[in-house]
């Protein structure tokens, strides 16, 4: 008998005739014999609807507060859900993240969960019920409610999955698994088998939004057998698991893209030991991160210094940016906030030469012009005007031949 935990995300559970439908699935694995604990999301779109509420109220609500609204989403699901299930006759019983005590840190609205009581659980398991739990939220030590940051009802599944060391955490959603790139952009990506943690972890941190990046850190740290299916489709789906040998080394496993970047730009800085610093370390005491960095060669005695941020982040570091000028004599402050990052990721770059300029041809051959430039062992990511997003993806998608079956080491 194996241990498994679910997560169905928003459109899984967006309306009583889909919970109806997770609720036959779920029954029906019950009934084979697994062990099951389910995670659920909101409904799709009421968490952004709760957000709105909040906003409209307060542009910037106290951030305790928000916590209090957001998790009431998850709280709606898994009573539901529990109760379709009881009406089939499957024993289940729903819980809240405070309920279970899945233990976070104070961070309201992207908090991280520093432990779990899973004594708890084992004990309703072993009674043979199904447990429901909400996803995307916890409760600090001093038990205020706190939530998990945006997606983060997958990084709760794993969590518990790490938790009780469940055979597999299995990740329903509107997709049949992890794609070469976002389906929604290019019609023609494929569907991968499998995907290495690592490989994920960058795709999901340079803007694949199919897994929360955290849920992939703690499934790779806990060794958390992870897999991507769709709830509306049968289908194997995609399994995330550790490099191991013999298995399929794509020399590209995906393309990401991220359409909150903006970038901003300082010209004529004095070329001088401190520089740097004294540019980005007001940025990063106003809690805000930083993305690419690129900095000229200096033609005289002054340098121009240029940087990424997320949009929302745009208006505040603009404003910072002009305090800095002033005192360190600078020309000029510029900024883009239609700007996109794309980014090709692959484990087998590392023993490949010519990706990047296979990508800075085929980008070229559309006329896309790159305006920065960053990479690292597994993924080149380039910085294009926002409008050429589609285009750029899927000439690259083209280029790196994505469509067709990936070259394998096996045959
Ligand atoms: P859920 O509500 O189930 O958590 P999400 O919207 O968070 O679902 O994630 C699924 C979506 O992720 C898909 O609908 C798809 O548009 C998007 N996506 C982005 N990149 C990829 C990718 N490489 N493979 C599959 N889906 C992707
Ligand atoms: N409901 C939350 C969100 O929309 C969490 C999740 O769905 O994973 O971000
Ligand atoms: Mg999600």
């Keep these: 008998m194996a241990l498994i935990v679910q997560k ?194 960058e795709m999901a941190s340079l803007g694949a939004k199919v897994l929360q990046i955290r849920s992939v850190e703690f499934a790779s740290k806990y060794n958390v057998p992870l897999r991507v299916l769709s709830s509306f489709t049968e289908g194997a789906g995609t399994l995330i698991t550790s490099e191991e040998d013999g298995m399929e080394q794509a020399l590209i496993s995906g393309i990401a ?38 900095q000229n060669i200096a033609e005289d005695t002054t340098t121009d210094f240029t940087f990424t941020v997320h949009r929302n982040d745009y208006d505040k570091v603009l404003q910072i940016l002009h305090g800095v000028a002033r005192d360190l004599g600078a020309r000029e402050v510029t900024g883009d906030n239609k700007i996109v990052k794309i980014s090709l990721v692959g484990v087998g770059m590392r023993s490949h030469a010519g990706i990047a300029s296979t990508m800075f041809r085929a980008l070229a051959e559309e006329g896309i012009n790159i305006r920065m430039i960053s990479t690292s062992e597994i993924k080149v990511s380039v910085v294009v005007d926002e409008k050429y997003l589609e285009l750029g993806v899927r000439a690259l998608h083209v280029a790196f031949q994505l469509e067709a079956a990936a070259p394998s080491k096996n045959g």
Excluded: H, W
């Design 8 to 201: 169905y995300g928003g459109t899984s559970v967006g309306s009583l005739e889909r919970i109806s439908r997770v609720a036959d699935k779920v029954a029906a694995a019950s009934a084979a014999g697994d062990d099951l604990i389910v995670v659920l999301s909101a409904m799709t779109g009421e968490t952004d609807r709760l957000l709105t509420l909040a906003k409209t109220i307060d542009p910037q609500p106290n951030p305790r507060e928000l916590d209090v609204l957001l998790s009431t989403g998850e709280q709606v699901t898994i009573a539901l859900l529990s109760m379709a299930l009881e009406k089939r006759g499957c024993p289940a019983r729903s819980y809240t993240g405070g309920q279970v005590r899945i233990l976070t840190d104070s961070a309201f609205n992207k908090a991280r969960i520093t432990d779990i009581d899973a004594e708890r659980l084992r004990n309703d398991l072993s009674c043979g019920r199904v447990l429901v739990v909400a996803g995307f939220q916890g409760v600090d030590e001093a038990g205020n409610i706190t939530t998990l940051g945006r997606g983060g009802s997958d990084t709760t599944a794993v969590a518990l999955a790490a938790a009780l060391k469940a055979d597999e955490c299995q990740i329903y959603t509107d997709v049949d698994g992890v794609y070469t790139t976002d389906p929604r952009v290019v019609p023609q990506a494929r569907r991968l088998d499998r995907i290495t943690y690592e490989e994920m972890l």
């Design 257 to 294: 893209f991220n359409r909150d970047e903006a970038k901003l730009t300082i010209l004529g800085v004095p070329d001088q030991p401190g520089v740097a610093y004294r540019i980005l370390g007001p940025v990063a005491e106003a809690n805000i991160e930083v993305d690419m960095i690129v």
